[in-house]
């Protein structure tokens, strides 16, 4: 099965059964996120499995409301797992509880991501990718392999001709920035990605991000000619990235959240399933401080029972 809206039916029928809930929240220690990155790990509990989300919520107080009120975002304890959830919920919410019921039942049902699409591995593709600073050359270079680069407002053409040198897949301009500075860069970077770049940017090969909250929001980039990076938690849920892939194939990519758990495990695997040639933004992280491990393409394994692998979360939660 390898038609992304085949497979989100396929997941949102099966059936899910959760007696126990749990919450851990916590910080974890990632470069370009000072004092650590909020999150909250969801456990679902039933039949003797669990299921694993994430939620990755900006802020501590998002990340508390979730925890105090999460019992109450399920609308019945049994049924198919698109219809546990109550309607309405916040999207950071929504997806990693679907994360978590996705994960639960196929453990429940004893499924692996290659039951359901018949891929038992599959390479991809990923970018190192970091925030805005004036040495960008000099460290990316540093830390090697493609990369995703936040585009800085001072970088000098002596600076832009440095990184041109280095291999650069992704700019990203977050909404800002100005014609002029996408003039320029365009020159020194034809090939590249350009997200979010600014109204008029004239640029050969677009991407849109932030603005993504629903399919419908995947439907107009794509009918414009844009690429679009999807991420879970800005959209809904998992059923809702497999549901806009299918009007976005050879048009999509992936990309993290500061996901380091279980969340950032499940947007691997579905983006080595459907986009494992693009310049997803979902490098492998290992250890306490989320180092970037591997190399690009790597290979992600479909074959083990559940969704998104194991939880090494106690070693990434730190205070």
């Known amino acids: 099965m390898t038609d992304p809206r085949a497979l989100a039916r396929r997941l949102a029928t099966l059936p899910v059964r959760v007696s126990q809930l749990r919450c851990t929240s916590g910080r974890v220690a990632l470069a370009d996120y000072p004092g650590g990155r909020p ?53 950071h919410d929504r997806a990693a509880l679907e994360g978590a019921l996705i994960d639960l039942a196929m453990r429940q049902a004893g499924l692996s991501l290659r039951d359901v699409c018949g891929v038992e591995q599959a390479p991809l593709r990923w970018v190192r990718s970091f925030s805005a600073r004036e040495d960008a050359a000099a460290y990316g270079r540093g830390i090697g392999g493609e990369l995703k680069v936040d585009v800085h407002s001072v970088w000098t053409d002596e600076a832009i001709a440095a990184l041109a040198r280095e291999a650069v897949a992704i700019l990203d301009f977050k909404g800002e920035g100005s014609v002029e500075s996408c003039v320029r860069l365009s020159a020194a970077f034809p090939s590249a990605i350009f997200e979010d770049p600014p109204a008029g940017c004239g640029h050969a090969r677009v991407a849109h991000d932030r603005s ?23 959209m809904g849920g998992v059923l809702a990235v497999l549901d806009a892939l299918g009007l976005a194939r050879g048009q999509a990519y992936f990309g993290g959240m500061f996901e380091a758990g279980p969340g950032r495990e499940q947007a691997r695997a579905l983006a080595a399933i459907f986009c494992g040639d693009a310049p997803n933004d979902l490098a492998p992280l290992t250890g306490g401080m989320g180092s970037i491990s591997g190399e690009s393409p790597s290979v992600v394994r479909l074959d083990g029972v559940g969704f998104g692998g194991t939880c090494a979360w106690g070693e990434m939660v730190v205070g």
Request: charged content about 15%; proline content about 4%.
């Open 39 to 91: 999150c909250t790990l969801v456990a679902l509990s039933g039949e003797g499995h669990t299921g694993f989300g994430e939620n990755v919520a900006f802020s501590d107080g998002e990340q508390q409301t979730f925890v105090h009120g999460v019992e109450g975002m399920l609308e019945r304890s049994a049924g198919p797992v698109g219809a546990v959830l109550r309607p309405g919920l916040k999207s």
């Open 212 to 234: 993504l909250l629903s399919v419908r929001d995947v439907a107009v980039a794509v009918a414009s000619g844009a690429s679009v990076n999807l991420k879970a938690p800005r």
